[in-house]
């Protein structure tokens, strides 16, 4: 240890003064030795401190690390924001089903179907499955079977069919509440666009409570459809459009082609669910 030769050493400092001048930058005897207490009372407090965490007996009932991270997951679970879109795809694939109308020998449509019970019908657009011969549908397992008409509603595009069996693996859609919506909603649509089995797009409500003409039939009025721009085409139509929380909120109907080229510009329509719902209830059967 090194020692400031102006400075006495250690085991000098209680000795009596001499006639030596001191030194103008030696301490005080009394503030030597308050220094001192004061020094030796804080390391005696923290050696009780130390023996105190170390020896003092463990509460049971304290807060365990397991106990701090089943506590960040659930306040992370109560915040969790809605689910994302694989997810959102995955709960609503079991509910999916692709249509075939077939009318004659050599002329057929393609759809897509939802089913909305647990009888297992299934809800698609009218304009699909109008006047065929056979239905055809195939569900997300795969299963292929013939589908009946039940009911259909030709102001809403809306029809039901059944088939005798369903797979165990088809289950029905959750509905959601269409009259929540807002503009810059998201919004999902599942489909078979162009024949595309099992499809998926995003998009955003981009118009509601619209109004347009049948296509082919200008005395006919679609009204109260929601306007959207997830990508749709040929074979989407009677598909689902799902909210963020993945429940069908509308039935794809059509899409806006004022050129006449029959594929998707960026805006879309559906029927909302519930006049859906309704209009396959009291439609008409056929």
């Known amino acids: 240890m090194v020692f400031d030769p102006d400075l006495p050493r250690p085991d000098e400092q209680h000795r009596a003064p001499t006639e030596t001048t001191a030194s103008p930058y030696q ?89 909305i019970n647990d009888l297992g019908q299934i809800l698609t657009s009218n304009h699909v499955v109008f006047g065929a011969d056979q239905i055809d ?64 797009s995003a998009g955003i409500i981009s118009g509601l409570n619209r109004d347009i003409p049948f296509p082919g039939d200008e005395g006919l009025i679609f009204e109260n459809l929601i306007q959207f721009d997830a990508a749709v085409n040929q074979g989407s139509s009677g598909g689902p459009l799902l909210n963020a929380d993945g429940h069908v909120v509308g039935i794809v109907t059509a899409l806006a082609d004022p050129a006449g080229q029959g594929f998707f510009i960026g805006i879309g329509f559906a029927v909302p669910i519930d006049l859906a719902a309704s209009g396959a209830a009291d439609g008409p059967s056929q």
Do not use: C, H, M
């Open 27 to 115: 301490p005080s005897t009394a503030t030597g030795d308050r220094w001192f207490y004061a020094t030796v009372g804080l390391l005696a407090g923290l050696a009780l401190a130390l023996a105190a965490v170390v020896f003092w007996p463990i509460d049971e009932a304290a807060l365990t690390p397991a106990d701090v991270d089943a506590a960040i997951a659930q306040a992370l679970s109560d915040q969790a924001g809605p689910p994302l879109a694989s997810e959102i795809y995955e709960r609503a694939s079991p509910s999916l089903v692709a249509i075939r109308a077939i009318r004659g020998d050599d002329e057929s449509n393609i759809g897509t179907g939802v089913i």
């Open 137 to 200: 549908v195939q569900f997300a397992d795969g299963t292929v079977t013939q589908a009946r008409l039940v009911t259909n509603e030709t102001v809403l595009d809306i029809a039901v069919l059944s088939v005798a069996n369903k797979p165990a693996t088809a289950q029905p859609a959750v509905l959601g509440n269409p009259r929540t919506l807002q503009v810059g909603d998201p919004i999902y649509a599942i489909g078979n666009p162009l024949g595309l089995t099992g499809s998926i």
